[in-house]
């Protein structure tokens, strides 16, 4: 007996369907994946929070601090932001390398920008994808006096004994919201920013870490067009004795 063969229109409907599967299916593959790549961020960020926790225990508690003679506040940015701005900068990234023993960790899998992998680097561009503590650097250290807020606090030296509630300061935070990406408009500008819901992901001073919406825990800075949080500054203000930030959470 003859076989016969599929007709056009069989193939076809066949064709739809495998359409109409993938259709259904890669939005959750896509979620699944981006799931994964959710949980490797926050593993890598753990692993920064412990290796600087292992750097405080071993530094009489002070936090590792960016060695770097510079001279304008654009070079200050850069180095918070995790840039290189130029050769010779001992990052806070460098001094953590010691403890986590791999580089790998400082780039999340959901960032889009091009990272570089510590120890290698190249001027002017990012090699992390978390940013660390604006005033935890600037408090104790001659880096950066170009703000008259900077001028206030230095010379103060905080050690991580004076934050009475280390479990509501984060120490390091991803750059961008990455995994929870909602956007609403800034109603001044006009300009896109981040919604309050939007998520982060942050590693706290007593190293646990988490998800929180930026308008749980960031200060609103409307003229920070594209994102409109401020992630330097403690968002509830300072505790005068000792001069700390007060806490996040």
């Given at each position: 007996?003859?076989?016969?063969?599929?007709?056009?229109?069989?193939?076809?409907?066949?064709?739809a369907?495998?359409?109409?599967?993938?259709?259904?299916?890669?939005?959750?593959?896509?979620?699944?994946?981006e799931?994964a790549?959710?949980?490797?961020?926050?593993?890598?960020l753990?692993?920064?929070g412990?290796?600087?926790?292992?750097y405080?225990?071993?530094?009489d508690e002070?936090?590792?601090?960016?060695?770097?003679n510079?001279?304008?506040?654009?070079?200050?940015?850069e180095?918070?932001?995790?840039?290189?701005?130029?050769?010779?900068?001992?990052?806070?990234?460098n001094?953590?390398?010691?403890?986590?023993?791999?580089?790998?960790?400082?780039?999340?899998?959901?960032?889009?920008?091009?990272?570089k992998?510590?120890?290698?680097?190249e001027?002017?561009?990012?090699?992390?994808?978390?940013?660390y503590?604006?005033?935890?650097?600037?408090?104790?250290h001659?880096?950066c006096?170009?703000?008259?807020l900077?001028?206030?606090?230095?010379?103060?030296?905080p050690?991580?004994?004076?934050?009475?509630?280390p479990?509501?300061?984060f120490?390091?935070?991803?750059?961008?919201?990455?995994?929870?990406q909602?956007?609403?408009?800034?109603?001044s500008?006009?300009?896109p920013?981040?919604?309050?819901?939007?998520?982060m992901?942050f590693?706290?001073?007593?190293?646990?870490?988490?998800?929180?919406?930026?308008?749980?825990?960031?200060?609103?800075?409307a003229?920070?067009?594209?994102?409109?949080?401020?992630?330097?500054w403690?968002?509830?203000?300072?505790?005068?004795?000792?001069?700390?930030?007060?806490?996040?959470?």
């Open positions: 007996m003859k076989k016969r063969g599929f007709t056009l229109i069989e193939l076809l409907t066949v064709i369907v495998i359409a109409v599967l993938a259709a259904l299916l890669l939005p959750v593959f896509m979620r699944v994946r799931s790549r959710q949980s490797s961020c926050l593993t890598y753990r692993q920064i412990m290796a600087f926790g292992q405080v225990n071993d530094w002070s936090f590792p601090i960016p060695d770097a510079l001279l304008s506040i654009d070079e200050c940015a180095v918070y932001e995790g840039h290189e701005p130029f050769n010779g900068v001992l990052t806070y990234g001094q953590l390398l010691t403890y986590s023993k791999n580089g790998q960790i400082w780039r999340c899998p959901s960032d889009p920008n091009d990272v992998v510590l120890p290698s680097y001027l002017g561009k990012r090699w992390t994808s978390y940013h503590r604006h005033y935890f650097v600037v408090g104790f001659w880096l006096p170009f703000e008259p900077v001028q206030w606090v230095r010379g103060h030296v050690r991580l004994a004076m934050f009475q509630q479990a509501g300061i120490a390091f935070h991803e750059l961008g919201v990455y995994h929870r909602e956007l609403t408009q800034n109603q500008t006009g300009q920013e981040w919604s309050p819901s939007a998520g992901q590693a706290f001073l007593d190293g646990h870490v988490k998800m929180v919406s930026v308008g749980q825990i960031l200060q609103r800075a003229w920070w067009t594209g994102q409109g949080w401020d992630y330097h403690p968002r509830n203000g300072w505790e005068i004795e000792p001069i700390v930030g007060k806490p996040d959470l």
